[in-house]
């Protein structure tokens, strides 16, 4: 079965902590996706990355940066952690462009306070 | 579509019934499209996509139904079972990697 694992399903972290999301797939796919889901805002495109150590902004890109040194891990990584980042974190993948849908993790619930 | 309602939109169905749940989307050059099926607690799962040179496709107890004209997708679920409620996403790309998610719509099977 295939699978994208996020290697955490609930964080709490402090105001200015610098915080790392993980996404690793193993369907040798070439796109990878971080998205974020809130309540009445559905879901909203932070960073996309389409080959290893490429990676362009979404339509959210403030405040967060992302690194895929390998093929099969995207990190989310938010530089000073805000309140207004508690959210569920999506990351998903796709093997092409276009006429492809997104196999997506189970979500990490960041809570900042 | 792009119209993300601030409101998620409910239905609420008996168990066994047919569900149909609807989708606006607003970007007429969008050239496939994707429903999602969100459970509580888990990612959007893949249920069924549609390319826009088709009209109606089918999986298993599942039909997706496009309508170009009015920019209108729906999703129709045969004899609705309680592991059907969850949240359904539809989804729309231009090709490219733009893809757009709409709000959702929260189904409710009752017992």
């Known amino acids: 079965d295939v699978k994208v694992t996020q290697s955490s399903r609930y964080l709490v972290k402090r105001t200015g902590e610098k915080v790392f999301l993980e996404c690793v797939q193993d369907?040798?796919?070439?796109?990878m996706f971080w998205y974020r889901q809130d309540p009445g805002l559905g879901l909203r495109l932070i960073y996309f990355s389409y080959d290893v150590k490429m990676k362009e902004k979404g339509d959210i890109p403030e405040g967060y940066s992302v690194s895929r040194e390998k093929k099969e891990r995207f990190s989310l990584i938010l530089e000073s952690a805000s309140t207004n980042q508690t959210s569920m974190y999506l990351c998903a993948s796709s093997f092409g462009v276009g006429n492809y849908g997104y196999t997506f993790g189970s979500g990490t619930r960041l809570t900042v306070v | 579509g792009e119209s993300v309602g601030l409101h998620l939109p409910t239905l609420s169905v008996q168990e066994g019934d047919n569900s149909i749940i609807n989708c606006a989307y607003s970007n007429s050059a969008s050239d496939y499209f994707i429903w999602y099926k969100q459970e509580s607690g888990k990612g959007p799962q893949f249920i069924i996509d549609?390319?826009?040179?088709?009209d109606k496709r089918q999986g298993q107890r599942v039909t997706v139904l496009l309508n170009k004209t009015v920019k209108h997708l729906s999703l129709q679920i045969a004899a609705t079972q309680p592991g059907d409620s969850a949240v359904y996403f539809c989804a729309e790309n231009t090709g490219g990697f733009k893809t757009i998610f709409g709000a959702g719509t929260r189904l409710f099977v009752k017992a």
């Open positions: 549609i390319r826009s040179n088709m």
């Open positions: 369907m040798d796919h070439e796109n």
